[in-house]
């Protein structure tokens, strides 16, 4: 049996405070009906101004290691996926390095949007087959509420906090990662955006006044792209492994828009019973929602051993993801 890397660990971190649809009512010309219907969303996690991306890490990460056993310091690597890390220097995974005490650990952040986690999964696969890692903590994590236009209706709506991560691990057993699958498109890179604070438009009273530090996106065209991709994505990965969708146990899949994820159900003809959804609590928290999701799944009993799930997501870049587990 050829080498594979196994995930031995789950944990995440929520922030405590809610902001649920109706407080939105008050803040913007929207309503409870109109975000349910539209996004599947019922509420989500606001990070405490004390708390950064490293905070929530730290936590979603302890729990991770209690559950596979192991201490700070046998990690060898820790990967943190993020748009939205403590600062742009140094990376979010330093700051967690040094929280947790993983004084063995080379660290570095990834951004791939909301595919941060599916990137971050096909990089340490790789690691752990052809750089013999032994110990890989992988987070996803984002404090969007910190980058979010609270004035602008069609974005506001839909971002939470949110921290989840998983230690990853080889076994010589014919378990754990089957395939990672990554791509992207640069070309539709202004879908969605930040463009202030960077090299091209650098931070200027100017970006601020025209509230250049926001996300800006253009939800519907992205949606279009993402329910077309994603279809495609499921399909062929399931093809690439010689595994049909009823052998499927479970979906996870990226939580942007609950009508994109019973698309993608549709797709593999999945009832809505094998597909996790936990946008309703948490909203959209890009490379934090597989991560978070799996870690409820597993902490719920939804996974057995053996089991063949599939991860997807789709986001900013464009860049988009999938990968096939056997749990
Ligand atoms: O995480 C990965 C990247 N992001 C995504 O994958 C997001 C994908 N896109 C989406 O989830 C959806 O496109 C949204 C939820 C963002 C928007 O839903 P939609 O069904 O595509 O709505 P829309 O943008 O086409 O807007 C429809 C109408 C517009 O009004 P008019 O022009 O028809 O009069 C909007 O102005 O809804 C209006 N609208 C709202 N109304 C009430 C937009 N936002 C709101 C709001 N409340 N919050």
Same mark, same amino acid.
């Given at each position: 049996?050829?080498?594979?890397?196994?995930?031995?660990?789950?944990?995440?971190?929520?922030? %405590? !405070? *809610? @902001?649920?649809?109706?407080?939105?009512?008050?803040?913007?010309? &929207?309503?409870? #009906?109109?975000?349910?219907?539209?996004?599947?969303?019922?509420?989500?996690?606001?990070?405490?101004?004390?708390?950064?991306?490293?905070?929530?890490?730290?936590?979603?990460?302890?729990?991770?290691?209690?559950?596979?056993?192991?201490?700070?310091?046998?990690?060898?690597?820790?990967?943190?996926?993020?748009?939205?890390?403590?600062?742009?220097?140094?990376?979010?995974?330093?700051?967690?390095?040094?929280?947790?005490?993983?004084?063995?650990?080379?660290?570095?952040?990834?951004?791939?949007?909301?595919?941060?986690?599916?990137?971050?999964?096909?990089?340490?696969?790789?690691?752990?087959?052809?750089?013999?890692? %032994? !110990? *890989? @903590?992988?987070?996803?994590?984002?404090?969007?509420?910190?980058? &979010?236009?609270? #004035?602008?209706?069609?974005?506001?709506?839909?971002?939470?906090?949110?921290?989840?991560?998983?230690?990853?691990?080889?076994?010589?057993?014919?378990?754990?990662?089957?395939?990672?699958?990554?791509?992207?498109?640069?070309?539709?890179?202004?879908?969605?955006?930040?463009?202030?604070?960077?090299?091209?438009?650098?931070?200027?009273?100017?970006?601020?006044?025209?509230?250049?530090?926001?996300?800006?996106?253009?939800?519907?065209?992205?949606?279009?792209?993402?329910?077309?991709?994603?279809?495609?994505?499921?399909?062929?990965?399931?093809?690439?492994?010689?595994?049909?969708?009823?052998?499927?146990?479970?979906?996870?899949?990226?939580?942007?828009?609950?009508?994109?994820?019973?698309?993608?159900?549709?797709?593999?003809?999945?009832?809505?019973?094998?597909?996790?959804?936990?946008?309703?609590?948490?909203?959209?928290?890009?490379?934090?929602?597989?991560?978070?999701?799996?870690?409820?799944?597993?902490?719920?009993?939804?996974?057995?051993?053996?089991?063949?799930?599939?991860?997807?997501?789709?986001?900013?870049?464009?860049?988009?993801?999938?990968?096939?587990?056997?749990?």
């Amino acid at each position: 049996m050829s080498l594979r890397s196994r995930i031995t660990g789950t944990g995440s971190y929520a922030p %405590k !405070k *809610i @902001l649920d649809n109706f407080d939105l009512e008050k803040m913007v010309d &929207t309503s409870d #009906e109109w975000i349910t219907e539209r996004t599947g969303i019922k509420e989500r996690r606001i990070a405490d101004s004390s708390e950064a991306a490293s905070d929530l890490s730290v936590e979603a990460s302890k729990r991770a290691l209690q559950s596979a056993g192991l201490k700070a310091k046998e990690i060898d690597m820790i990967i943190v996926a993020t748009v939205s890390g403590d600062m742009p220097i140094p990376s979010t995974a330093s700051f967690l390095q040094h929280k947790l005490g993983a004084k063995n650990a080379a660290a570095f952040d990834l951004n791939a949007a909301c595919s941060g986690f599916i990137y971050g999964l096909a990089i340490a696969d790789s690691f752990i087959k052809a750089r013999g890692f %032994k !110990k *890989i @903590l992988l987070v996803g994590v984002e404090v969007l509420s910190r980058f &979010t236009d609270w #004035e602008d209706r069609s974005t506001c709506i839909l971002f939470g906090d949110a921290a989840g991560a998983v230690v990853i691990e080889p076994t010589e057993k014919d378990r754990g990662i089957l395939s990672t699958h990554i791509y992207s498109d640069g070309s539709l890179w202004e879908l969605i955006c930040l463009p202030g604070g960077g090299s091209k438009c650098p931070s200027s009273k100017e970006t601020v006044e025209k509230r250049q530090h926001y996300i800006k996106m253009k939800g519907n065209e992205i949606f279009k792209v993402a329910v077309r991709t994603l279809e495609k994505i499921v399909v062929d990965t399931l093809k690439a492994n010689k595994i049909k969708p009823s052998e499927l146990s479970l979906l996870i899949p990226h939580q942007a828009n609950l009508r994109i994820i019973q698309a993608t159900a549709q797709r593999l003809n999945l009832s809505m019973d094998r597909v996790v959804v936990n946008i309703d609590r948490y909203g959209n928290t890009s490379s934090a929602s597989i991560p978070v999701a799996l870690d409820e799944a597993v902490r719920t009993g939804r996974i057995c051993d053996g089991d063949h799930i599939l991860l997807e997501a789709f986001g900013g870049g464009l860049t988009w993801g999938s990968a096939l587990i056997k749990w």
